[in-house]
């Protein structure tokens, strides 16, 4: 009797300390979850402070009067004269106008450098396409200088360093007060493809040869993953090629990703002699890449359709194909496309293979075609991550941004197809 | 005619094939009294002529755009007068260059030897010639195929056995592609990794501590031997993945525990697809996220605390990627603890254990396998990941294991030895495949081991 006591005693003085554990247990896994869902926090609130300003750009508006003296230019139809041309002084001329106190040579070249450096091309282009404006005065929208573009958007920003000399600052601060220096949405982003110059930059031209891309990737990996699963659970045989086909799948489910880049370099351009940095290549190389995605989760779905519906159509009298098209496939489609749809955002925001063939190039051109050269929206962000001018830091989140938007679109795409779509048998 | 353009050409007659068949078909038919007389509905004699057309000219057309660059190449080196031949594959590939930009204008003829412009023009030549012979055969091989499965429209073929047995051969096909990829990697990396070693010995691969991958652009120059020894990489590769893993596998275990014991649904149905989202973010994010913002905080914490971390430290590489596997590790776990059977719980906790002590002294060792197959999957990831260590670990082949310096790793090197231009031939772009061939080998090693344990553990409970 006196030993069951003092062992409920004992396991009473326990308690406390039992409880306790029991507490702190319980702590630690809301600690990891905090810390994981935190980081996830940290993540996106880092990439929406730093990128937000790469949706906006800075304008210098100026009515430039387009002299033909100033320019040594007296008729925009002459290709010699034009390329001879002096096209900033008029934008200088027009700065002066609102800075009236910068009138030495020196002070004249460090009022041209608040403009970007395409504001001459711009000019010329003006002229080029109407001869007519010659001696008149157009209202001109620049990009400004990077530098001064980082000047207004971060000057209180201690991570930015600024480049202008203090003179220069005086002169932006007095010109935005003006309001001749001005910020907008940067359509430039959304219109353009790459740029030596941050302001000039946009990613146009990586969102096309992404498209092209998943493309190229849905053409090959969609109808060949869902005929692959088909056979598998349909009609494969249980043999040992079956057995290594399957193997093989799994493993290549779990092979890094650099490994299909060295695959597409040996390969399709080494032994195929198929050209660089092109979407079809990158499209296969991601295809391939996908497959296993899509066979697996096809599987899943052609498993959950129940079998009393192929008995029914095999018991009026349909050949297995048959049954397999008319009911076994339209039945598994949701399932199907959901896979493909996540296993597609995977390849979307894939960089590594990609870097190996050759997709890391520095292209200006929004590419047109399949076979012509192109990057894709991650490598663009990769390449503009590590430039070394800080205003591509504020554009790669802006584009990480976009790619998270697509991305998370997508998903929600394959989550409502689910919801949708889905049967419970 | 461009293949781009021929595809769509070849689907076109396929459909003009079905219809043309599908008529046919029914034409046949209507003397014997309707299409009940068929032994196939006319739907499959139609499928088999679309078959017959397109499959034949598919195959044609990618043989000949597979091999067409190579043998055009071999022609136009065949044309160079032979005191020119190039002696090396890497000569044969600039003198290619040269000829391929004069052709395409992109270099002035005045500048290169009259042999080169001879081949230009032999190089325009031949392409054009491919490119119309190539139509005309993809053209030639479509018609064809669909005349032959025209002319056998008949009520006496079932072309239903026809065509469900080629789309059964198709469907195979397809699933063989995996085996296809796998067989393409083995051989892709072998190739090069053995002509690798015959430059450097697999030894000195193996166990040389240094690793500088120069090549001299003189034979003569100052350090033009190369140093190939991938023991560095391998350190750095595990001091990284190593970091990951002590924050991915607390963290996610603790959170599936907490997730599958715990939560309420509500939380537990908020919190998982969250935590999920973690998996879905591309890695070029999280390499800008440890490049940018990761590794400068800890160089500013560690020179608060008086220490010497270098801005592209292994620890911040290895911190994010982490977390990045934070959620494989999590939904793996959440699976096998959720495969322990419930009576083991129920009987746990009748005799009157804590929730915790539950979890520790009885779900835990019974999951154990599965979690530790788990673990081996995550570190796979962890050692193929490539973007996050490419922005944020550098490039310096340090061997140490402090973790507030700078490393390389297998696959940054990879990336770097690869991105650009290179020359097909040299040691440096060569050893690029040896570690493909090292990384492939480590991973897939990890992988089967990871699913033999997962499986066999599945099993016990099953």
Redesign the interface.
């Known amino acids: 009797m006196s030993d069951q006591t003092t062992q409920a005693e004992i396991v009473r003085n326990s308690l406390k300390r039992r409880y306790r554990k029991e507490r702190r247990f319980r702590l630690y896994g809301m600690l990891a979850i905090f810390i994981a869902l935190g980081s996830l926090f940290v993540l996106f609130a880092d990439i929406i402070n730093k990128g937000h300003s790469g949706f906006i750009k800075t304008t210098i508006t100026l009515d430039v009067t387009l002299d033909s003296e100033m320019m040594y230019l007296d008729d925009p139809r002459d290709e010699d004269q034009l390329s001879m041309a002096d096209f900033v002084a008029p934008i200088i001329a027009a700065l002066q106008e609102h800075v009236p106190e910068a009138d030495s040579a020196a002070e004249r070249r460090e009022l041209g450098r608040l403009v970007g450096n395409y504001a001459a091309s711009e000019v010329r282009n003006l002229l080029e396409n109407n001869p007519d404006f010659l001696g008149t005065t157009q209202t001109m929208e620049f990009l400004a200088h990077d530098r001064v573009s980082t000047y207004v958007k971060h000057a209180d920003d201690p991570s930015y360093s600024i480049k202008l000399s203090e003179q220069q600052q005086e002169w932006v601060d007095e010109l935005v007060e003006k309001g001749v220096i001005d910020t907008s949405f940067n359509d430039v982003l959304f219109s353009r493809g790459d740029s030596r110059e941050p302001s000039n930059a946009g990613i146009l031209g990586a969102i096309v040869g992404s498209l092209l891309t998943m493309l190229v990737t849905l053409a090959i990996a969609f109808p060949v993953g869902i005929a692959a699963a088909v056979y598998l659970e349909e009609f494969a045989p249980q043999n040992k090629i079956t057995d290594f086909i399957e193997v093989n799948i799994n493993n290549l489910a779990a092979v890094p990703s650099i490994i299909f880049g060295l695959l597409g370099l040996a390969v399709f351009i080494g032994l195929f002699g198929m050209p660089r940095s092109v979407p079809v290549v990158g499209g296969m190389v991601l295809a391939l890449m996908t497959l296993p995605t899509i066979i697996i989760s096809s599987r899943a779905a052609i498993k959950s359709v129940p079998p009393s519906i192929r008995e029914a159509a095999e018991g009026v009298g349909a050949s297995k194909m048959q049954v397999v098209m008319h009911h076994v496939i339209p039945l598994a489609m949701p399932g199907m496309l959901t896979g493909s749809i996540i296993g597609m955002a995977q390849a979307l925001g894939e960089t590594a293979p990609l870097l190996l063939i050759g997709m890391v190039a520095f292209i200006v051109d929004v590419p047109d075609g399949f076979f012509d050269s192109a990057t894709v929206l991650p490598v663009q962000i990769y390449l503009w991550a590590s430039a070394s001018e800080q205003g591509f830091v504020e554009l790669a989140s802006a584009g990480i941004m976009v790619l998270l938007t697509f991305m998370i679109s997508m998903n929600a795409l394959a989550i409502w197809l689910r919801k949708r779509l889905e049967r419970r048998w | 005619m461009?293949t781009?353009n021929l595809l769509p050409l070849v689907l076109v007659l396929a459909l003009i094939a079905y219809g043309l068949a599908y008529m046919r078909s029914r034409a046949v038919a209507a003397p014997l009294g309707g299409i009940r007389n068929l032994k196939a509905l006319p739907f499959y004699y139609a499928a088999r002529a679309a078959l017959w057309c397109a499959i034949p000219a598919l195959i044609v057309l990618a043989a000949w755009?597979?091999?067409?660059?190579?043998v055009i190449?071999g022609i136009v080196i065949a044309t160079l007068p032979p005191e020119s031949w190039p002696e090396s594959p890497g000569q044969a590939s600039l003198i290619l260059s040269q000829i391929s930009n004069v052709a395409a204008g992109k270099l002035n003829p005045e500048f290169v030897p009259d042999h080169i412009v001879a081949a230009a023009s032999v190089l325009e030549a031949m392409e054009s010639r491919s490119e119309n012979f190539k139509a005309a055969l993809v053209l030639l091989v479509a018609v064809g195929g669909a005349t032959f499965a025209w002319t056998r429209v008949s009520p006496h073929v079932n072309a239903?056995l026809n065509?469900?047995t080629t789309?059964?051969r198709?469907?195979?096909v397809?699933?063989?592609?995996?085996?296809l990829?796998?067989a393409?990697?083995v051989f892709?990396?072998i190739?090069?990794t053995v002509r690798f070693f015959n430059r450097v010995p697999i030894s000195e691969f193996l166990f040389s501590t240094s690793w500088s991958p120069q090549t001299a652009l003189r034979a003569d120059q100052v350090g033009s031997e190369g140093a190939f020894g991938v023991i560095p990489l391998f350190t750095g590769t595990l001091l990284i993945s190593a970091i990951a893993l002590l924050v991915a596998v607390?963290?996610?275990?603790?959170?599936a525990?907490?997730?599958s014991?715990?939560a309420s649904r509500r939380v537990r149905s908020t919190?998982k697809p969250?935590?999920e989202?973690?998996a879905?973010?591309?890695?070029?994010?999280?390499?800008?996220?440890a490049?940018?913002?990761v590794a400068p905080f800890i160089r500013d914490v560690a020179e608060m605390v008086g220490l010497e971390a270098s801005s592209q430290s292994a620890l911040a590489a290895g911190l994010v990627m982490g977390?990045m596997i934070?959620?494989f590790v999590?939904s793996l776990s959440d699976d096998v603890i959720n495969a322990v059977p419930q009576t083991m719980r129920d009987g746990s906790l009748a005799l009157?254990a804590?929730?915790?002590?539950t979890?520790?002294k009885v779900i835990f060792p019974a999951a154990l396998p599965g979690i530790i197959g788990g673990i081996l999957?995550a570190a796979?990831?962890a050692?193929?990941?490539?973007?996050i260590v490419?922005?944020a670990a550098g490039l310096a082949a340090n061997l140490t294991a402090n973790p507030l310096e700078s490393v390389t790793t297998v696959?940054v090197q990879?990336?770097t030895l690869?991105?650009?231009d290179q020359e097909?031939d040299s040691a440096k772009t060569l050893s690029?495949?040896a570690l493909?061939m090292l990384?492939?080998i480590v991973?897939?090693l990890l992988?089967?081991v990871a699913?033999k344990i997962v499986r066999k553990y599945r099993e016990q409970y099953e």
Do not use: D, H, W
Request: with cysteine; charged share 10%.
């Open positions: 461009q781009a755009a597979g091999f067409e660059g190579q190449q239903r065509v469900e789309l059964r198709i469907f195979f397809c699933a063989a592609l995996a085996v990829t796998t393409g990697i892709s990396v190739f090069e607390p963290v996610g275990l603790l959170s525990i907490y997730l014991e715990y919190a969250v935590l989202m973690l879905g973010i591309p890695t070029v994010v999280y390499g800008f996220f490049a940018l913002t977390i934070v959620p999590s009157g804590t929730q915790s002590e979890m520790k999957l796979s990831r050692i193929g990941e490539t973007m490419v922005m696959t990879i990336a690869l991105v650009g097909f690029a495949f493909g990384l492939f991973t897939l992988n089967v699913l």
